[in-house]
């Protein structure tokens, strides 16, 4: 069974640098794209960017100047950048996997099981 | 970006009763070369990601009661739950996947009266 699990900070200061990793078990993160979505209360559920295992990516365009997402395959690990944060960008963060191998289309059937991020000084 | 509204923001349903949750897409999510909705459902509960319970529109994932089943085509989707159970108390969304970025709706409250 393929379990995530996100790691990182639970707390950046305003105009800092998010960082937060996904560590993938149980199976392999060759053959797959991965994403992070996060979940405030105010924005709801929002699809961030995806990584596919070769490294191809995709970033939604209201984030695309502050992220950056890389993928490390002998760890079986991706990980998420976010600069110059905000208390906007307090948010729950999950990583997923897309569903379907090769596939770049995103829908999630493995989740991790989130982490808070806040920001504040 | 693909606006996905759902309605209503929440439903007070008895237990054994039908629940219906609707989505609207912007724009149509139904791709012509393979005649496939891009949109999924999902179930969340109080403290846990999301649950995929619907895929392509209507597809049921792995292990879903089929109770629960995906309906429409093109911007109008449907979200039903035939026979309401305690466990089913959660909050569900629809969100597609045809072209990044990929966008969530905002959410139905499902609650039992």
């Known amino acids: 069974q393929v379990q995530l699990q996100e790691s990182g900070p639970g707390l950046v200061k305003p105009s800092e640098t998010l960082s937060l990793t996904c560590t993938v078990s149980?199976?392999?993160?060759?053959?797959?794209?991965w994403s992070w979505i996060r979940q405030s209360p105010g924005k709801g559920l929002e699809w961030i960017a995806y990584i596919s295992s070769s490294g191809s990516t995709d970033y939604n365009p209201s984030l695309k100047s502050r992220v950056t997402i890389t993928v490390d395959t002998p760890k079986n690990q991706f990980s998420l950048k976010l600069r110059s944060v905000t208390a906007a960008d307090t948010a729950v963060y999950y990583c997923a996997r897309h569903f379907a191998a090769g596939y770049s289309s995103g829908w999630y059937e493995y989740w991790g099981r989130g982490t808070l991020v806040a920001v504040s000084s | 970006d693909i606006v996905m509204t759902q309605s209503p923001d929440s439903l007070t349903v008895s237990l054994g009763e039908r629940a219906t949750i609707n989505c609207k897409s912007s724009?149509?999510?139904?791709?012509?070369?393979?005649?496939?909705?891009?949109l999924v459902w999902y179930q969340q509960k109080s403290g846990q990601p999301p649950r995929l319970l619907i895929y392509?529109?209507?597809t049921r994932a792995s292990g879903v009661p089929d109770r629960f089943t995906g309906s429409g085509s093109g911007t109008d989707f449907t979200l039903t739950i035939s026979s309401l159970q305690v466990e089913d108390v959660a909050v569900y969304y629809c969100?597609?996947?045809?072209?990044?970025?990929?966008?969530f709706g905002g959410g139905t409250k499902v609650e039992i009266k």
């Open positions: 724009q149509s999510v139904l791709y012509g070369s393979n005649n496939k909705n891009y």
């Open positions: 392509w529109a209507s």
């Open positions: 969100q597609h996947y045809y072209k990044t970025p990929f966008t």
């Open positions: 149980g199976g392999s993160i060759s053959g797959y794209y």
